[in-house]
């Protein structure tokens, strides 16, 4: 599996993929907001783009498809319950739907709601395992809930799903907040470590040259998967006096997210 990781250089620091079959050329895109730099880049490797997936419906994943498909006759992939939010879908996903790409290239669809209800993830099971995340899971973050979202399902998601993946799964998330969210981990978790030597290795990276976290990293630095920490916890109840002293994962997620929302 080829992997293409494309820098939008917009202000919202989106990044759009191309996934490609070596042996074939055909091509996937996800979330190709920029279709013109996805065009080119795909043009110059001599990768055929055949599908579009959407990860999920807001604009700036699905901003780009009409030019991308009017210049490749790519077929859209998206949710299944997506088709009154996302024009022109060609085929809706479901859990465990595969999406093949050429001969070589095989993606599991994961139904991965919270940032909103109709987001998918795709997880590659290959030589080297991967999740291309959308706005689900972040380098060292998570997504908000802000247009569309639940932050109990996603935290569903979180617990139910991703926490499962295995610790060599890389993260192709839809955005760059990498350094923003290490921050925030260590709001959270002063004495964390392993967060403060990423941040410090990540801190005005180029984005075209992006760090990747693995799913280890992300146990070891995503506040979000550090849940049962008890610094986590000593310094979520400095902030919120009310909460128990051991007030179950949920409500720690809940209130981890309360609070980046506005950090």
């Known amino acids: 599996m080829i992997v293409k990781q494309i820098w939008t250089g917009n202000e919202y620091r989106n990044f759009n993929y191309i996934i490609a079959c070596k042996e074939t ?26 599908q579009i997936l959407n990860t999920h419906e807001h604009l700036d994943h699905t901003g780009g498809n009409a030019a991308l498909v009017e210049k490749t006759g790519a077929k859209v992939l998206a949710h299944h319950n997506a088709g009154g939010k ?48 959308g706005d689900t899971l972040f380098n060292a973050g998570a997504g908000n809930c802000h247009n569309g979202g639940n932050v109990s399902t996603l935290y569903k998601t979180f617990s139910e799903q991703l926490s499962q ?24 978790e002063p004495g964390n470590a392993q967060a403060q030597s990423l941040l410090d290795q990540v801190r005005g990276q180029d ?18 998967f550090r849940l049962g920490s008890p610094s986590v916890i000593r310094e979520l109840r400095a902030k919120f006096t009310q909460l128990a002293d051991e007030p179950g994962d949920e409500i ?10 506005s950090w």
């Open 25 to 50: 050329g055909e091509a996937l895109a996800i979330d190709p907001l920029d279709s013109e730099k996805c065009f080119q880049i795909a043009q110059q490797e001599g990768w055929e783009i055949t």
């Open 86 to 133: 996302i024009p022109g879908i060609d085929r809706g996903l479901k859990a465990g739907d595969i999406v093949q790409v050429g001969k070589t290239v095989i993606l599991e669809a994961l139904d991965t709601p919270g940032h909103t209800l109709c987001h998918i993830c795709l997880h590659s099971h290959g030589e080297q395992p991967a999740l291309f995340s």
């Open 165 to 188: 993946l295995s610790d060599d799964t890389v993260i192709y998330p839809g955005h760059d907040y990498i350094e923003n969210n290490l921050k925030f981990t260590l709001s959270r």
């Open 207 to 224: 984005p075209n040259q992006a760090h990747l976290t693995t799913m280890r990293e992300e146990r070891e630095v995503n506040t979000f």
């Open 252 to 261: 720690v997620f809940t209130k981890l997210r309360e609070l980046r929302n």
